[in-house]
């Protein structure tokens, strides 16, 4: 009963009135104490319940019965009723997309500052669904510790099929492990870059992250303008002769 009643809620009954109408379908013509019993309703809330389901169109009094009497009207009229309410809708969805497509957007920004925060971060990002990675790669300034935590992890993550992953790098160490891990997998492409930067920026999706060692800090913006607007610096950069 429990889901037939959840069903009639989402046509716009009360949790009462879905109670109320699912008994008298079940019992037939019923009294006002009758219905109490069957739908486990106190009896002086029945007739306000009735009157809900008679505006409804799903309830109505018996006629020629010396005591009130009611009768469950064809679930049909159910359906008609959600019918009618996803027309409503329709009428006014235009309206409610323009208002959807005027939001300004409000971008979420997240610190975390110490090293385990930062780690979180990298665990995030090797988590996350994206399948399009964007990064500058500050290697040498990544702490050891740290960068045995995350390591595998993106090793992994670059790995999995439908990956596509660009790196600039700033190291002076080009024997470095991680080159030779990533450099042999089909889905990445990395270029090593002469200019030195000492922070970490990955772009994902709708969110950049932003890394910062000598200051033990990670920032995470959510926000699609700032991610295309990083982006877009990254495309810059990664077509540029010089790298």
Known sequence: MADYEEYLRSAGLSKRGAAVYVALLQAGVSSPSEISRTAKVKRSTVYNIIEELERAGLVAEVPREKRKKYVALSPERVVERLKTKTEEVQRILPELLALHGGAKEKPRVSLYDDEAGMASVYEEITHASEKNICAFLSLDSVPKQLWKQAFDR???????????????????????????????????????????????????????????????????????TIADSIRSLFELAWSSPST
């Open 154 to 224: 993106f090793v992994e993550l670059y790995s999995r099929p439908n990956m596509k992953v660009r790196e600039l790098i700033f190291t002076r160490d080009e024997n470095h492990p991680y080159l030779k891990k990533v450099f042999a997998i089909s889905n990445y492409r990395g270029k090593i870059v002469a200019t030195p930067f000492f922070t970490d920026s990955i772009i994902y999706g709708d969110k950049v992250a932003l890394f910062s060692f000598s200051d033990k800090f990670a920032l995470v913006i959510q926000s699609k």
